[in-house]
């Protein structure tokens, strides 16, 4: 979505695009990038629901167009992913009469339902209140609990020292320091890094409290 300026960008073992030395960005075709994004799930800070379909219409969308499934199949894939996420009671529900929280995890569902690869996260609970983060932040253990590979920008320092492989921690545009949770957010060496985390206060998630209970 944006032009890469320097550096290079690879998925599952797959270079996308790549800085030569002399420093040419070599970017991937148009045809390339079709591809790459149908194996890649997105979900954004502000839900980017469509307002005039309802719940299940938002979810079905994109397989039926994308991926050539009947509607049928998509219907049955999207009543799976709105159990998984405790949202099943809201299919033809519209994003008008869901709360935030809500929302968010029926984006996540929408995402799921083209079968990614690979999940990307985009400072998902920013929008919302600490309840609702809660809501979300459980349906994501469960992705990572499952095995799903998600690259995920967030605030939330306790949802990230239980979840993360890596943690890096960017600050105007540059990584100041990348390493292993216990290391990053526990024992930083990065003055910066110190700094932050002494600044941020997490909100408690909701992990004793099922989503059945919230909704």
Same mark, same amino acid.
């Given at each position: 979505?944006?032009?890469?300026?320097?550096?290079?960008?690879?998925?599952?073992?797959?270079?996308?695009?790549?800085?030569?030395?002399?420093?040419?960005?070599?970017?991937?075709?148009?045809?390339?990038?079709?591809?790459?994004?149908?194996?890649?799930?997105?979900?954004?800070?502000?839900?980017?629901?469509?307002?005039?379909?309802?719940?299940?219409?938002?979810?079905?969308?994109?397989?039926?167009?994308?991926?050539?499934?009947? /509607?049928?199949? %998509?219907? +049955?894939?999207? &009543?799976? #992913?709105? $159990?998984? =996420?405790?949202? *099943?009671?809201?299919?033809?529900?519209?994003?008008?009469?869901?709360?935030?929280?809500?929302?968010?995890?029926?984006?996540?569902? /929408?995402?799921? %339902?083209? +079968?990614?690869? &690979?999940? #990307?996260? $985009?400072? =998902?609970?920013? *929008?919302?209140?600490?309840?609702?983060?809660?809501?979300?932040?459980?349906?994501?253990?469960?992705l990572a609990r499952r095995g799903m590979t998600m690259l995920?920008?967030?605030?939330?320092?306790?949802?990230?020292?239980? =979840?993360?492989?890596?943690?890096?921690?960017?600050?105007?545009?540059?990584?100041?320091?990348?390493g292993g949770p216990a290391q990053v957010l526990d024992n930083?060496?990065?003055?910066?890094?110190?700094?932050?985390?002494?600044?941020?206060?997490?909100?408690?998630?909701?992990?004793?409290?099922?989503?059945?209970?919230?909704?």
């Open positions: 979505m944006e032009i890469p300026t320097g550096g290079s960008i690879t998925v599952d073992g797959e270079v996308i695009c790549n800085e030569l030395p002399s420093g040419r960005m070599v970017l991937p075709s148009s045809r390339r990038l079709r591809h790459l994004r149908t194996e890649v799930g997105m979900v954004f800070q502000h839900f980017n629901l469509f307002p005039h379909l309802n719940v299940i219409s938002n979810i079905t969308d994109a397989p039926m167009s994308v991926r050539g499934l009947t /509607r049928d199949e %998509a219907e +049955r894939d999207a &009543i799976e #992913l709105l $159990d998984q =996420v405790g949202l *099943s009671d809201k299919a033809r529900a519209y994003p008008a009469h869901l709360s935030g929280g809500q929302r968010q995890r029926v984006a996540i569902a /929408r995402a799921l %339902a083209m +079968r990614p690869r &690979i999940m #990307l996260f $985009d400072e =998902v609970t920013s *929008s919302v209140d600490p309840e609702m983060a809660g809501e979300i932040l459980y349906v994501m253990r469960q995920v920008v967030t605030h939330e320092m306790k949802f990230a020292s239980e =979840v993360a492989d890596r943690v890096a921690f960017l600050d105007a545009g540059l990584i100041q320091e990348i930083p060496s990065d003055p910066r890094t110190r700094k932050f985390l002494r600044a941020v206060v997490d909100r408690e998630p909701m992990d004793a409290v099922s989503l059945e209970q919230t909704t």
